[in-house]
């Protein structure tokens, strides 16, 4: 059933995004020839109707191609939104290209640059109601996928947890198929490992979901065997999936398959120059747009206490290779300034120090840090070596952060995540930036920044009136 209920939601969303392609040439015109006045004797809007006709076909080839009409049941937004601005992208790139190739076409292409808007934002929208219709649906218990689990690793039940807590994700558990005492209650035990060919023949299952434990791996070629025997697909949850990322990346020698745990988008030498580019073009501006702030702040530290305006501290970066960090100094100088951690309540901030702080003027200088090459404006925070030497040691996959530029700013920080805050939290967040890395999370995290990561948590206080600081 689930397999007919996804060809009607696929034939509903490509004609309703072939639709939508048609119509956003009518406010892509509007808005060229109407709102701006384009130039007299233009193209009437009826002929455009060839370069209409041709879109369609093309667009829908392109989101077909880019997995748009895949489901997106377990898939976030976030995700099928990138790939819609990338097929809009190239299907906008190839009318143009044609349209400069053939003279004898006087479409203009200003229309195209806005029917791209339109056309994206109208899909986004169309494709994020249709998501949250069918999760509400789900809930209700209508369009469900029955999943087999089979195994008693501790994925299984990880895996079962999962998806009855999320009933609008439409898995209901069809079953078990496990040794005796791998059962998990309250889910139906069916049989063993030996009855699973006559369980898949008798019970109508659209999944099977392995979650092999170490000593059951054995059985795993007569699992993948049953499931293709009957046709049914087949996912695996490995008994050493704590250590895998989300989005395990799989290369090859001599088609003998290698799969690497941790997949880095970053790594890829294109996204790597894309978030280069974007940190210099938006270091040069940010620069530009808070010199006004930046001298308030050096000027303000100066009068505040002795010492010098910018504060330099050793952190590390990329490849565990330290650097200078700049920043306004916001603290007395001091005999810990360069391995002490600063608290919500610390007498070695000025009052000044404290302001600048608590709205992050203190980190401007960083900007500079970007255009070195030492620093992103999104990424993890860089430590001190000094806490980096411990926490490598107390703290599971610390040391992944290093693999990306450290950042300004972060999906840990934007999630309240910053100063004296849970290590392993701010850990979390950082592999998921590294393994998730797009430029709409980028985006994402510098627009949250902006309305909710620029005022901190510290407090306020009086400045004490001596140096209390050890």
């Not at 947890?161 to 078990?176: F, H, K, V, Y």
């Not at 910053?418 to 797009?438: K, P, Q």
């Amino acid at each position: 059933m689930i397999k007919e209920n996804q060809k009607v939601l696929n034939l509903m969303n490509l004609l309703t995004d072939g639709f939508l392609v048609a119509f956003s040439f009518v406010p892509a015109y509007a808005v060229r020839f109407i709102l701006f006045e384009g130039e007299q004797g233009h193209i009437p809007l009826s002929g455009y109707l060839p370069l209409i006709l041709t879109s369609i076909p093309l667009f829908l080839f392109l989101y077909a191609m880019f997995g748009l009409y895949e489901s997106f049941r377990m898939k976030n937004f976030t995700k099928e939104l990138e790939l819609l601005l990338q097929a809009n992208f190239i299907g906008t790139l190839m009318l143009v290209v044609v349209l400069f190739v053939v003279r004898g076409m006087n479409f203009s292409r200003w229309v195209l640059v806005i029917h791209f808007l339109f056309d994206t934002l109208l899909i986004a929208v169309k494709r994020l109601l249709m998501r949250r219709t069918l999760r509400y649906y789900r809930g209700l218990g209508y369009n469900q996928k029955h999943v087999l689990i089979v195994g008693s690793g501790k994925g299984a039940r990880q895996y079962y947890q999962a998806i009855t807590r999320d009933l609008s994700l439409g898995l209901r558990p069809a079953g078990q198929v496990c040794g005796g005492s791998g059962a998990m209650s309250p889910l139906r035990r069916l049989g063993g490992f030996d009855d699973l060919d006559y369980i898949l023949s008798k019970k109508s299952v659209d999944e099977v979901v392995a979650a092999l434990s170490l000593e059951e791996s054995e059985r795993i070629s007569q699992v993948i065997h049953a499931c293709e025997k009957y046709g049914v697909k087949l996912s695996l949850i490995p008994f050493y999936a704590d250590y895998m990322s989300p989005h395990p990346y799989i290369d090859e020698v001599d088609g003998i398959p290698l799969m690497n745990i941790r997949r880095i988008p970053l790594d890829n030498i294109a996204n790597a120059a894309v978030k280069r580019v974007m940190d210099v073009c938006g270091a040069l501006v940010l620069i530009v747009l808070t010199s006004p702030l930046m001298l308030f702040a050096a000027v303000g530290t100066k009068l505040s206490s002795p010492g010098p305006v910018i504060f330099r501290q050793k952190r590390v970066g990329l490849n565990k290779k330290t650097f200078v960090m700049y920043k306004f100094r916001s603290m007395r100088v001091n005999d810990r300034q360069n391995s002490g951690w600063s608290r919500d309540e610390d007498p070695r901030k000025t009052k000044f120090g404290a302001l600048i702080r608590k709205c992050s003027i203190d980190e401007l200088p960083q900007f500079f840090n970007v255009l070195k090459g030492d620093m992103s404006l999104v990424g993890p925070r860089p430590e001190l070596p000094h806490f980096v030497e411990q926490f490598k040691e107390t703290i599971p996959l610390y040391m992944v952060k290093h693999q990306v530029r450290p950042g300004i700013t972060g999906w840990a920080q934007v999630n309240g995540f910053r100063g004296d805050t849970s290590i392993e939290e701010r850990i979390r967040h950082d592999i998921f930036y590294i393994e998730n890395w797009s430029v709409l999370l980028d985006i994402r995290i510098l627009l949250m920044t902006v309305f909710k990561g620029l005022i901190n948590s510290e407090k306020l206080l009086p400045e004490p009136k001596e140096d209390t600081a050890p």
